[in-house]
């Protein structure tokens, strides 16, 4: 696939990034783009349930309440441990 870019300023500001060491090269730029926009897409598909939740964790963090992980993996192994 071959990109023609329109804009020169677009065409400039790429040049630019590759220039000041950013990405090898032009076409890597553009995937970078291509790549961020699909990402960000994706945090957008969320509900407003699963972005609630989000913030509930993150909050319950920030007040100290979470636990580490391999207390939390032992916990869950005990829990649905096969007998």
Known sequence: MQVLLSKPELARFIDKEVKAGHFPSPEAAIEAAVEQMMLDRTVDDLN????????????????????????????????????
Do not use: H, L
Request: hydrophobic share 40%.
């Open 48 to 83: 407003d349930e699963t972005a609630d939740a989000i913030n509930r964790a993150d909050e319950q963090i920030k007040r100290g309440e979470g636990i580490d992980f391999k207390q939390f993996a032992a916990e869950m192994r005990k829990k649905f441990a096969v007998s």
